[in-house]
């Protein structure tokens, strides 16, 4: 046997054999080899771009089949250096394989990637699960074995009895009073519920629906409400807005801030936390985030008036309410009372906030007083997040019948997507980012949802591209080699920041959530009992203290819906440029 031929038979074996490990657990171990091979743990579209990274230096690289055979060799682009990481990195392009498949990237005939799998619709089980998440983090229902599997668990958090905190108390409502707000989602990985978060959130899941209404008609998830006549992307969205719709006080259209205990509970299954729970403050940027969602969730609904008969009238008022509230009470901001210490999501600039509520006010009621007010507020182009919600109102505007009204608005929307993708192409992890905030993976989740937004208005194939690569860092290819996604790839977080997950006795988390990411925000969440990397895109702890990194959050797993939602619906790569 020759040289060559004895490598490609040790090859051909270790392919083997860790063949055969996978058919024995669902977890392989992961080398230190393979971590030097950054991939989409999760799959490639066949007929897509297909691009990794590698952190050795070497000049080319090879692509074996799960026999061993070598498919073909190639060179390897320039090495490039990323002060965020301190690593450097040079891209592997294997584009050329578009046999479905099972695949490995080798390099020096030593340094093997994991299993890279090549198929039609990666994405699919993903999207589901991503989505399926929410339904396994709702607040005040029995998550039943048909529907959760494992994950099953007792009610928790009817939220049938809460109370008016002194900071919500008026005439009306006496502090101490009581009111029932059941439903909604957990927020993160406690069990407080907030407007400001839901509502983009809630929104998001809406927009989905309304880009893909015909993927999503089609998309059984396994929930109580899967056998009704309507899709259960929609069923999602409306528990939690049923939620929402009661955090308005009635008599003057004000939105209580957030539903909350004073204090976060311990990691106990949620029929174990028992705490009261109050109501908080009225704040304008929930009032007017409220009004936005009502109004998109008025829109939507109004095409299912037979099944759903008087909501859409319903989110339309409460709507029109909250605006008036926050016009009587424009820069009512957020202040955490002394004896409140969970979430705040303050904010200090509301600009924002009235051009997204005006938005979407304007394409409910075509009330030119709202398109005034839009016309007035300038307002930079932006990546989507509860702070900045502009864009928002940008998205909704460019994907209505009144398009044509905003071709400024388009062309800044997509030039600040060209911002992106000119960064992207230039950055030894092809990322757009510059700084790692809190919850960084949803910058990148948000960046492929409006990629794709670009992408239907203009069919230019370089935004479904990008967005493909957003989904590529969360699912592996980036700096912490993880795939960010719990229950997918062969390196994903385990101990996560989340109370059910950390108190019940399944060892797996909840699958489908996507976790915040790598930060230097709170370098020390862990006491000093975990030592985070100095460099920021590698400064991330898959361990249940590192809240600032490993929480999940609806408003994270809701882009990360439509990013794979929608790679999943377009499908391929049609090469347009």
């Not at 899709?231 to 909350?260: C, F, I, S």
């Not at 390196?491 to 990411?517: C, K, T, W, Y």
Request: hydrophobic share 35%.
């Amino acid at each position: 046997m020759n040289i060559m031929n004895y490598k490609t038979f040790l090859l051909s074996l270790f392919i083997s054999l860790s063949l055969s490990a996978c058919m024995q657990t669902d977890k392989e171990p992961v080398s230190n080899n393979e971590q030097l091979i950054l991939v989409n743990q999760v799959g490639y579209d066949y007929d897509a771009s297909k691009l990794a990274l590698i952190r050795t230096e070497a000049e080319q690289f090879s692509i074996k089949n799960n026999k061993g055979k070598t498919l073909f060799e190639k060179a390897t682009g320039p090495k490039q250096y990323c002060s965020l990481s301190g690593d450097t990195v040079q891209t592997i392009d294997f584009s050329e394989i578009t046999k479905k498949g099972e695949y490995y990237i080798v390099i020096k005939d030593s340094i093997i990637s994991h299993k890279i799998v090549i198929t039609e619709r990666p994405y699919a089980d993903l999207a589901k699960s991503a989505l399926k998440s929410f339904y396994l983090n709702r607040s005040g229902m029995e998550i039943d074995s048909i529907h959760g599997g494992i994950w099953a668990r007792p009610e928790g958090h009817p939220d049938t009895t809460v109370y008016f905190h002194s900071s919500a108390a008026d005439k009306n409502h006496p502090e101490n009073s009581s009111i029932s707000s059941p439903k909604g989602w957990y927020d993160a990985g406690d069990y407080n519920k907030y407007i400001v978060n839901s509502s983009i959130s809630t929104y998001t899941l809406l927009f989905a629906y309304n880009s893909f209404a015909a993927y999503f008609d089609e998309l059984n998830l396994n929930i109580p409400e899967s056998n009704n006549k309507i899709p259960d992307v929609l069923d999602e969205a409306l528990y939690n807005l049923r939620w929402m719709m009661t955090m308005q006080d009635a008599n003057d259209g004000g939105v209580y801030h957030k539903l909350t205990t004073k204090n976060f509970e311990d990691f106990v299954m949620p029929h174990e936390a028992t705490n009261k729970r109050y109501l908080v403050q009225k704040s304008t940027s929930a009032s007017l985030d409220f009004a936005a969602t009502m109004a998109y969730a008025s829109r939507i609904f109004a095409d299912f008036s037979s099944n759903l008969p008087g909501l859409a009238d319903s989110c339309r008022i409460q709507s029109e309410k909250a605006w008036n509230w926050a016009i009587k009470n424009p820069n009512v901001l957020y202040e955490q009372a002394p004896d409140i210490s969970t979430g705040t999501y303050g904010d200090p600039n509301l600009s924002d906030e009235w051009y997204w509520a005006a938005s979407e006010l304007y394409l409910t009621t075509n009330d030119n007083a709202y398109s005034g007010l839009i016309s007035s507020i300038q307002l930079d182009s932006n990546t989507p997040s509860w702070q900045n919600v502009n864009s928002l109102g940008v998205m909704s505007l460019l994907s209505s019948d009144k398009k044509d009204d905003y071709t400024e608005l388009q062309v800044r929307f997509l030039k600040y997507i060209d911002q992106l993708i000119e960064m992207e192409n230039t950055s030894p992890y092809r990322i757009a980012i510059s700084n790692y905030d809190w919850g960084s993976n949803s910058e990148f989740a948000n960046q492929g949802m409006i990629k794709l937004l670009a992408y239907q208005l203009t069919k230019n194939s370089k935004y479904l591209n990008s967005a493909r690569e957003s989904l590529d860092y969360l699912l592996g290819r980036n700096a912490t080699a993880y795939c960010f996604v719990t229950g997918f790839g062969f390196l994903s977080p385990m101990n996560i920041h989340h109370r059910p997950s950390a108190a019940d006795s399944v060892q797996e988390p909840v699958p489908g959530f996507l976790v915040g990411g790598p930060n230097l925000i709170v370098p020390n969440d862990c006491n000093d009992e975990i030592t985070r990397s100095p460099y920021v895109a590698k400064a991330y702890a898959d361990e249940q203290c590192s809240y600032s990194t490993n929480e999940i959050a609806i408003n994270w797993n809701a882009p990360l819906v439509y990013l794979t939602s929608g790679i999943d619906v377009f499908g391929k790569n049609t090469n347009e440029e």
